[in-house]
């Protein structure tokens, strides 16, 4: 993943570099010219970053997941449903949304230091009674039950 990184930054750098040169060069090295191409090279990065940025903030505290732990639908669809939380937490969400998966509802709190968040994880079921899909809730929508309480669907 570094790789990606240090390959694009260069590319990034020598692209600014050129365009930089190239404009300031045909505006003759003014200082008007500078400052018209520097704005030119700011608008342009600012509107790559905008359209090719990171998905917009989108809502955690209702969470659909598929029994592969990826979400099941919106802007975030396929992801990993641990890559949305912090590293800290990613093992206990995990673990719960699997517990959900085989069934059971689990409430459970995570994080560190006062700044735990709770999380409830349910299983979705058919008519049938079979589990297909997972429901992870975050923060107001957790009830204010005893935490690490979990009990059966």
């Given at each position: ?16 570099f050129?365009?930089?040169a ?14 018209a ?116 669907a």
């Amino acid at each position: 993943m570094n790789s990606h990184r240090v390959g694009s930054t260069v590319l990034l750098s020598g692209g600014v570099f050129l365009v930089f040169a190239g404009l300031t060069s045909s505006l003759g090295y003014s200082i008007s010219g500078i400052v018209a191409t520097l704005a030119a090279i700011a608008a342009l990065l600012y509107a790559g970053g905008v359209w090719f940025g990171g998905a917009p903030n989108t809502d955690l505290s209702v969470v659909l997941y598929t029994p592969a732990l990826t979400i099941a639908s919106g802007p975030l669809a396929g992801h990993a449903i641990t890559d949305l939380f912090p590293d800290h937490m990613r093992r206990q969400i995990d673990i719960q949304c699997r517990v959900a998966l085989s069934g059971h509802t689990a409430r459970f709190a995570c994080g560190k230091g006062g700044g735990e968040k709770m999380f409830e994880a349910s299983p979705v079921r058919t008519a049938d009674g079979l589990v297909v899909y997972g429901l992870l809730l975050s923060g107001a929508l957790v009830g204010a039950q005893r935490v690490g309480q979990a009990f059966t669907a």
